[in-house]
């Protein structure tokens, strides 16, 4: 494999995210739609420096596999935990959380909705600049 392979992304950006639901600059490529064969979903999202999720729930549970970059986790009442290349974020059914990428870094990370005839995700509120800013 030469240099310029291992520079290439695993997967193409996708689409742009809704502004609705993420803050910045944020794009998603569904890998496996939402089945009812698997019930799952599975998703590479990419995030801009500083770009982030809203808060949101999913029913059924939730699986982020990070592939690249550097970012952050939060569940709601809790501290931030800071997310690198090779973590797993294993999230329990309808718990409130946000991710996103650092304010310096670029964040990829698999997204694998589970359980998906329980419902895949329920958008909340955005994530403030200052609740962002407080993650250091």
């Known amino acids: 494999m030469n240099s310029d ?3 290439q992304p695993v997967f193409e950006k996708g689409e742009r995210a809704s502004a609705d639901y993420f803050t910045g600059n944020v794009w998603v490529k569904f ?3 939402k089945s009812d064969i698997y019930n799952c979903q599975i998703a590479n999202v990419v995030f801009e420096a500083g770009a982030r999720t809203n808060w949101h729930t999913h ?3 939730q699986i982020l596999i990070v592939i690249e970059g550097a970012g952050y986790y939060q569940e709601k009442g809790k501290p ?3 997310l690198h290349k090779g973590d797993v ?3 329990s059914p309808d718990l409130v959380h ?3 990428a650092a304010a310096d870094s670029s964040l990829t990370h698999i997204a694998v909705n ?3 005839e329980q419902g895949v995700v329920t958008w909340l ?3 403030t600049d200052e609740e962002y800013r407080h993650v250091k």
């Open 89 to 91: 974020v294993q999230i």
């Open 114 to 116: 589970t359980n998906t």
């Open 80 to 82: 931030v935990q800071l």
């Open 5 to 7: 392979e291992k520079s």
């Open 98 to 100: 946000w991710h996103g």
């Open 31 to 33: 890998l496996v739609p």
């Open 59 to 61: 029913a059924g549970g």
């Open 125 to 127: 509120a955005k994530v």
